[in-house]
């Protein structure tokens, strides 16, 4: 859907961290998926009750699901953060999943924020459970705006749903969020959930995840299992910022077994090699069975190789994924780029 500028503006008033007026690339991609205003859904977590009808801020719903239920398909749930009481070192939390059904395609869930910062947007933790906090099953769904704390819980951040029938999350775009904390059901093994992942279904094709900040994830994107057999396909991760420390970390993306055709990862940022005790991965990727680009990213290491082989010391590459303009250190005067290539 593309809006007309009385619409973006109305919109903007509603989450001016989107920014129209900058009409950046962010703004651009959101807007695009953006509902009218007249279909937008306030969330409230301090002032709301989930009886009002939710259509103005001053008759807000209470929970994030409650107007997911009650949002039209093509409808937008703008969700307000929660006050962060006076001395208190971390955001007010709604303690709630959310799970979108397979009847809102195109549904978009903003925060209302400013900024990617945590406590600068709406955070949804609960602290406990092997739930997902937010599953999708509808298609076209925009997520904006919005942090994500595993906290002690182990079914991970989001959960793209997608069991190429009843449940369909291809066309999934998440701008712009903060993932902290995520880990599935192993402590140390990120390849068992993160703070993205793909059902051990697979399917949840055409995905955009941009301009994303991880931090001390056990894993940042995860494709789990093989991906029930069936390839992923189109998947652009980009402008985003991988967890550290190391020490927390298993692998910031996950995406072996049985792949992902389509891939594209640009302009990212990976603080550190992961190495958390134990870890069965250790690496910044796994990318078997991709095809795909890696190009234009930068990473916290020196002297790490990218290959298609267990032996590779920074990540797992093929050779079905291109390398190109991505970096990493090299000692003062060693004559070098560091510029990282493909290691056969």
């Not at 979108?100 to 406590?119: C, D, E, H, S, V």
């Not at 910022?241 to 990976?270: A, E, K, Y």
């Not at 069975?289 to 093929?318: E, I, K, Q, W, Y």
């Amino acid at each position: 859907m593309n809006l007309t500028l009385d619409q973006a503006q109305a919109v903007s008033r509603s989450a001016p961290a989107l920014q129209i007026a900058s009409v950046g690339e962010k703004l651009r991609y959101a807007l695009n998926f953006a509902a009218l205003p007249k279909d937008i859904i306030y969330v409230d977590g301090d002032n709301g009750i989930d009886t009002n009808d939710g259509l103005s801020w001053d008759a807000p719903m209470k929970t994030i699901q409650a107007a997911v239920t009650l949002a039209p398909a093509g409808g937008t749930v703008l969700v307000k953060p929660k006050a962060i009481p006076v001395g208190s070192a971390d955001p007010a939390d709604y303690a709630e999943t959310i799970i979108i059904p397979n009847t809102k395609p195109g549904l978009a869930l903003i925060g209302y924020n400013t900024g990617r910062a945590q406590g600068a947007l709406p955070q949804i933790k609960k602290g406990a459970g092997s739930t997902a906090l937010l599953t999708i099953r509808a298609p076209g769904c925009l997520i904006a705006g919005l942090g994500f704390n595993g906290g002690s819980a182990t079914g991970g951040g989001i959960l793209l749903d997608d069991d190429g029938a009843t449940k369909l999350a291809f066309g999934t775009s998440i701008i712009g969020c903060h993932f902290k904390n995520c880990a599935g059901s192993s402590a140390t093994d990120g390849r068992l959930g993160g703070a993205i992942q793909w059902a051990s279904t697979g399917g949840a094709w055409q995905i955009l995840i941009k301009d994303c900040r991880f931090y001390k994830n056990l894993a940042d994107i995860v494709l789990l299992g093989a991906g029930g057999g069936v390839t992923v396909q189109d998947v652009v991760i980009e402008d985003c910022v991988f967890s550290n420390p190391g020490t927390s970390v298993d692998v910031n993306l996950w995406l072996g077994g049985n792949g992902i055709t389509g891939l594209v990862i640009r302009r990212c940022t990976f603080q550190e090699l992961p190495a958390i005790t134990s870890g069965s991965v250790a690496r910044y990727m796994d990318l078997t069975g991709c095809v795909g680009v890696l190009t234009d990213c930068n990473f916290g290491c020196t002297g790490l190789t990218f290959r298609n082989a267990s032996m590779g010391t920074g990540a797992r590459v093929p050779a079905t994924v291109f390398i190109s303009c991505c970096y990493q250190q090299v000692a003062a005067g060693a004559g070098a780029t560091g510029e990282i290539g493909y290691t056969a």
